[in-house]
């Protein structure tokens, strides 16, 4: 499964199919293939690229949402278009200034309320075929592994499990993982007194240097100085 492309706002805009033009109404909310994009220089809308891992996320925090699947066949239009009201839109554009996964929640859980048989047939459509490999990264994220681990305890071929990591979370293996571990290390270090080196070792970090490092390229501090400063606004 590829990419899916979210395409939204408020005056609308056209997009290029194939060979052809289709015209994206005011105030409508879009989701289609990665390779669509908007053309034309009178347009507003907005749009934003996601990969099967973010979906996989999005499975887990609104499966009790979805609606049954009866059908052993799902037709995935190529673009499928839901008219939303102008404060949904308004919504969506301040969303889009701030993390992508709240973004395609809140895009997808309204989609998903107007109608629900379609999405949660696409939703599962995403998902499925990959999980084993999903969930694998996912418990194993923030060991002190290199890439290489991961490929050789799947048994996959390095080059291939770089491919199929690129494929299925939009980003090399090396960057994702180093960004998963400096988010988690950011939570904790502003919700737990836990020692700086003792979090860089349950993140996945081999030695307090490269925390520190690696920690400062991402967020312009070291973790002490990124800890003080939040306990500054409390």
């Known amino acids: 499964m590829q990419a899916v492309r979210l395409l939204f706002g408020k005056s609308g805009g056209k997009i290029q199919v194939g060979g052809t033009v289709q015209l994206i109404p005011p105030n409508s909310i879009v989701f289609t293939h990665h390779d669509i994009v908007p053309c034309g220089t009178n347009s507003d809308l907005q749009s934003f690229e996601f990969y099967p891992a973010d979906f996989q996320q999005l499975y887990a925090d609104i499966v009790e949402l979805l609606g049954v699947t009866h059908e052993t066949i799902f037709w995935r ?34 989609c998903l309320g107007v109608d629900r048989c379609y999405f949660s047939a696409l939703l599962q459509q995403i998902i499925s075929g990959d999980k084993f490999f999903f969930d694998f990264i996912e418990e194993n994220a923030l060991n002190q592994w290199s890439v290489a681990r991961y490929a050789s305890e799947l048994n996959i071929p390095l080059h291939k499990f770089n491919l199929l990591f690129q494929e299925k979370y939009g980003s090399s ?27 860089a070792l349950e993140c996945g970090f081999s030695n307090h240097g490269h925390f520190n490092q690696s920690f400062r390229k991402r967020y312009l501090c070291n973790p002490t100085q990124f800890r003080l400063s939040m306990q500054a606004y409390k």
């Open 173 to 199: 293996a090396k960057r994702w993982l180093l960004e998963r571990r400096l988010t988690h290390a950011r939570g904790l270090l502003l919700s737990t007194p836990m020692r700086v080196l003792d979090i």
């Open 77 to 110: 239009a190529p673009i499928r278009m839901m008219k939303a009201r102008n404060e949904v839109i308004v919504a969506l554009e301040l969303l889009a200034k701030g993390t992508p996964t709240v973004l395609l929640h809140f895009a997808y859980i309204y």
